[in-house]
């Protein structure tokens, strides 16, 4: 389902990819129109300012609107399948990152929404359970103003006596070294280490329009 063949990495500070036209159009366009309304989606405020609905947050609302729209239950089989995350360690692989292959992994995802008139989210990492997180926009084309901000900013701490923190740190902590760009039937892709910090930053938008997204994670179970 998802091709990563338009994938242009960066290393430094950590692996980050830029991936592509990675759905088919076709399918793509039907997800955007059926992804659901941020009413059942839970509120997350402390590091972020968004709203979410995954598996982790609001449960029985999340299953029960998969359940029920055939082209999300078709696209949480595709995720759940371990063929997914083997694909995704060979086409990490194909671009010179290694991931160890022992052990046990999982993946999951998250519907996420963000407030084009302040959404954001705080510097982080990602906590020690993930190794993988893909990020695919869920917006029409032209629907999202590059203007109001939303790319995933790849960071990197500039302050050598402090002590860093999730969540925790402003974001003039940090040097922006690149900004992947909330962009039509693309996917941001990184590999989580001591240093895979990134944030996400939104302003200036209309008030009722959202920066909608899948975040896909791939987590160590063991």
């Known amino acids: 389902m998802l091709s990563f063949k338009e994938t242009v990495f960066r290393y430094d500070p950590y692996p980050i990819g830029l991936a592509k036209n990675v759905l088919d159009e076709s399918l793509y366009d039907e997800l955007i129109r059926q992804f659901p309304s941020e009413h059942n989606f839970k509120k997350l405020d402390g590091g972020y300012n968004k709203f979410s609905l995954s598996e982790v ?11 029920t729209s055939s082209i999300w239950q078709k696209f949480y089989r595709y995720i759940k399948d371990l063929q997914f995350i083997r ?5 990490l692989q194909g671009h010179g ?29 990602d906590i ?5 997180t893909l990020v695919i926009p869920m917006m029409a084309r032209g629907e999202w103003k590059p203007i109001w901000g939303g790319s995933t900013d790849v960071l990197k701490p500039n302050k050598s006596d ?11 902590d940090f040097d922006i070294v690149d900004a992947l760009s909330c962009d039509y039937n693309n996917c941001v892709l990184f590999v989580k280490t001591a240093n895979s910090w990134h944030s996400v930053m939104c302003s200036g938008g209309p008030a009722n329009t959202m920066r909608r ?10």
């Open 57 to 67: 947050n609001n449960l029985h609302s999340y299953q029960e609107f998969v359940m």
């Open 87 to 91: 694909d995704v360690f060979v086409t």
């Open 97 to 125: 990152v290694k991931i160890g292959l022992t052990g046990q992994y999982r993946s999951r995802f998250e519907f996420s929404s963000l407030p084009a008139d302040g959404g954001f989210l705080k510097p982080h990492t």
């Open 128 to 132: 020690p359970s993930k190794v993988v």
């Open 162 to 172: 402090k002590k860093y923190a999730d969540y925790q740190m402003p974001l003039e």
């Open 213 to 222: 997204t899948v975040t896909i994670n791939i987590e160590r179970v063991k």
